[in-house]
């Protein structure tokens, strides 16, 4: 009589629980750095091999169960990532360490977890952040270098840089977006904010750090191509604010190739 009223008891707690089940998973953080020469960008896709699918499978590997990786955003092919944040539930008792030290020994070298880190039931990577910084990296320098050449825009062109930040300070606040974004981009809304967008030079590199609450597609890419068309002089400073008041796409600038670009962190 005894045992029967403790297994009714126990019935009962665990039926008031079962609604909650999904709370009760564990929700682990992974900061991820990439290098996206070989991967079609990160979102899992038919026509390519992505850096998700590589991390859910390798998560697969020590787990033994399927899993299901929530990112922060998206890069696309060719795009690196220093800080990419990404979450994944289980239920499973792995030690949180093993989700940096276990992962890291069966990724390919291109692929690694640099943190891991168990949160609150209610965090979300791409929802609970507050803004992201980029960096685009381009090689200005009379002979290309094979070294650098997937990991920077190679343009033998001399670059007026004083011009190029004049152009960069029309960017900054919270404006319309639309000229700068690709066709194929299906943000709801275009309104985007620029904390702060950084041009200096180092040697033979030129560094421009985005950092916003957001980008759309290939929104700093195109905003890099038009502040080179800048600072080859084929476009004015001046005319960034009717590009912007214009929505128009095709009177802004190129887009920059891919490998220049990498996501350096998540703001939380």
Partial sequence: MFLKV????????FLYLLPYYGNLMRNIKLIVEYDGTCYAGWQRQPNGLSIQQV???ALETILKEPVRVVSSGRTDSGVHAKGMVAAFRTEKTVPVRAFREGLNSILPPDIAIREAAEMPPQFHPRKDALGKLY?????NARVRSPLNRSISWHLKDELDLRAMCEAAAHFI??????AF?????CAKSTIRRID???IRRDNDFIYIDAKGSGFLRNMVRI????????????KSHEEIPGLLEGRDRVKSGMTAPPQGLCLVEVFY
Avoid: N, Q
């Fill in 6 to 13: 403790i297994d009714d008891a126990l019935r009962g707690v």
């Fill in 181 to 185: 974004r690709a066709a194929k981009c």
């Fill in 196 to 198: 702060a967008l950084d």
């Fill in 135 to 139: 960096r685009y990296t381009i090689h």
């Fill in 55 to 57: 991390l859910e499978e």
């Fill in 173 to 178: 606040g919270e404006k319309d977006f639309a």
């Fill in 223 to 234: 905003i890099v191509g038009t502040l080179v068309e800048v600072g080859r002089g084929s």
